[in-house]
């Protein structure tokens, strides 16, 4: 079983629709990552958070500690939002932080 | 664009060559990753620098890879006689001297090998 789990691999959605991305993990993490990735590759860091929530413009990220379950919501989904969104958690082993990504979620806003 | 660079964007090489891919991070970041990604997949560590010492390789990382980062400023990854699965793009992306801070993504290098 992956430690970085998402859903759903693929979204499409029409323009102004409401998008929600999951991601489950396995392991006590120090932090989670929301990034997103464009089709030339670039990375963009959206959010780091390790507790509670955090907005950016439309952006919206979620996270619940105890039920090991973060969510990044887009409100008002726009063709420009079409990306990769790629979760990431960071944990500790053996005293060594690790930054472990899921296999993201390919989203396409249809305008 | 984050302030990382990464050059080549693009390599197309046949198996057995040698490649070599460059990576310079935002200035005053005293951390540098290197990460792999295949097609449908996040990011695969692969290892990582704190100025000039590199203080973790990835399993993943074979002998027929190398990194380095001689003045704690830009990195370069070597891959020896390439391999078709070494196909790829390699991400370097760069942080702070706190291993909790964002790590800042340069653009890839998509590796192809014939």
């Known amino acids: 079983k992956n430690e970085v789990e998402q859903s759903p691999q693929n979204l499409t959605a029409q323009e102004g629709e409401f998008i929600t991305i999951n991601c489950s993990y396995s392991v006590g993490i120090s932090a989670l990552h929301w990034l997103q990735q464009h089709p030339g590759g670039g990375i963009v860091s959206l959010f780091m958070?390790?507790?509670g929530k955090k907005k950016h413009g439309r952006l919206i990220a979620t996270i619940n500690i105890q039920e090991k379950h973060s969510s990044l919501h887009i409100t008002a989904s726009h063709p420009r939002d079409s990306a990769v969104y790629i979760c990431?958690?960071?944990?500790?082993?053996?005293?060594?932080?690790?930054?472990?990504f899921g296999q993201g979620t390919r989203l396409t806003i249809n305008p | 664009d984050t302030g990382v660079s990464q050059n080549p964007r693009h390599k197309i090489t046949k198996r057995g060559q040698n490649v070599t891919f460059r990576c310079d991070p935002i200035s005053e970041h005293n951390r540098l990753y290197w990460y792999r990604q295949t097609l449908g997949q996040g990011p695969e560590f692969l290892t990582y620098f704190q100025n000039e010492a590199q203080l973790e390789k990835s399993r993943l990382l074979s002998d027929r890879f190398s990194a380095e980062r001689p003045k704690g400023s830009f990195s370069t990854l070597e891959i020896q006689r390439t391999e078709q699965g070494d196909s790829a793009m390699y991400l370097c992306?760069?942080?702070?001297?706190?291993?909790?801070?964002?790590?800042?993504f340069g653009p890839g290098t998509r590796l192809t090998v014939l």
């Open positions: 990431a958690v960071r944990f500790i082993i053996q005293g060594a932080q690790k930054l472990v």
């Open positions: 992306a760069s942080s702070r001297y706190a291993s909790a801070d964002t790590q800042y």
């Open positions: 958070l390790s507790s």
